[in-house]
């Protein structure tokens, strides 16, 4: 995407300046002039306020996004400009897109991220397993291919089942998006840290699926219908209305 056109912040959305054009660098910056993430990117094009955290995109591809943006090489950093028009308006109030996004990014990073972070990515992806299935799973398919992805680093799997086994509060307390942000962040850091070539290419194709995934999630859970609840059968839970709430587990 050419950005033919700048702007300067009005402190009510983005109004269109000549003078300024800003670029896609690393970090939070103060206003155009000092350049732009790719979250304060689409604030301005969702004619959000100035911010890396507009409303106009889901909090945990956001998330994502900023990630992905900062562990970019500078020369790898101005392709991704292409997918911010993808991610405005893309968001949802089901809590369970924060574990899909999670659980995913794990998947992705696992194999080839370095021991000691395979070691916390295998805890927090199986952490958001769990929290998944007691929220009833999700309408697109995860599990299946972290099970794949625990399956090549056998020894973090075990290690982190171990660690789970030891503080068992770990898969019974409540995920709040702090936490899950931070297995988002952790894949993203395991991604760029590999032993592989061409990170910028992995990491923009990661940040390019998860918002493939988000489509498809809230395409399907828009299509899905109610199941009404069989007599005596607990209630379904119900979607949380904002997803800066916790996920209760």
């Not at 929220?135 to 599990?143: Q, Y």
Request: glycine share 6%.
């Amino acid at each position: 995407m050419h950005i033919t056109k700048s702007f300067r912040h009005t402190g009510r959305g983005a109004q269109l300046r000549p003078d300024i054009m800003p670029v896609l660098s690393a970090g939070r910056h103060r206003s155009p002039r000092s350049g732009a993430c790719f979250m304060e990117f689409a604030s301005f094009l969702a004619g959000e306020k100035w911010s890396d955290h507009p409303a106009c995109t889901h909090a945990g591809l956001a998330q994502m996004a900023r990630a992905v943006n900062d562990m970019s090489s500078n020369e790898g950093r101005g392709r991704l400009s292409t997918l911010i028009p993808s991610v405005i308006g893309l968001t949802s109030d089901d809590p369970r897109l924060e574990l899909v996004l999670a659980i995913t990014a794990v998947t992705v990073a696992l194999p080839d991220a370095p021991l000691d972070r395979q070691h916390a990515l295998a805890v927090g992806g199986l952490v958001c397993q769990e929290a998944l299935h007691r929220l009833g799973g999700g309408p697109v398919e995860v599990d299946a291919p972290f099970v794949e992805a625990l399956a090549s680093a056998p020894e973090a799997e075990r290690w982190a089942r171990r660690f789970l086994d030891r503080n068992q509060r770990w898969g019974h307390a409540e995920i709040t998006e702090r936490q899950t942000h931070t297995t988002i962040a952790m894949a993203v850091d395991g991604v760029r840290s590999a032993c592989v070539p061409r990170p910028d290419d992995r990491l923009y194709a990661m940040l390019a699926e998860s918002i493939a995934l988000c489509e498809r999630f809230v395409a399907a859970a828009a299509a899905a219908p109610s199941a009404p609840s069989a007599p005596g059968a607990a209630a379904p839970v119900a979607a949380v209305p904002e997803t800066r709430r916790a996920v209760q587990v």
